[in-house]
């Protein structure tokens, strides 16, 4: 009798456990894996990459598109700097001028090169005049110039 109840109690405690179903098992076949990359969300474009790079003053996002060497004026300071100094002359900008507004105002491309003219709003409400010029280097754009002015 005394095995009779604990057989009895070890099977009413494991039913406890089972979870309810309809019976039907749902399985989803995959046809390759160019299925699973077709959900992946588009990355962002070069325009709206540096629009929101300039937006929030992050230099190191747009020093990733700078080339090995970069022409870089900011306020009447030009020289050609490479990819690390351009990014810590940019980023001593960004500090001194905090950017709240950017709005691209005027663009254009000619065969793999292309050009981008912003305005710069600073928190201080100065106005700075953007310019951007950038290159194809197969698939992503490198900036060859970047000239930052007051406005």
Known sequence: MR???????????TGAFAQPTS??????????VD?????VAPQPSFEAVIVNA??????AKIALYFGDNVDLSILGKANLYSKSQAQQVLQHFFTEHKPKEFSIIHKGNAKSSQYFIGELISIAAKKYR????????GSKN??????????
């Open 54 to 59: 300039f937006k929030t003053g992050n230099a």
């Open 35 to 39: 299925t699973l990359t077709s959900y």
């Open 130 to 137: 953007v310019t951007i010029n950038s290159k194809a280097d």
């Open 3 to 13: 095995k009779f109840v604990i057989i009895l109690l070890l099977l009413v405690g």
């Open 142 to 151: 490198t900036i060859t110039s970047l000239t930052i002015e007051a406005n």
């Open 23 to 32: 019976g039907d098992i749902i399985m989803v076949k995959l046809d390759s």
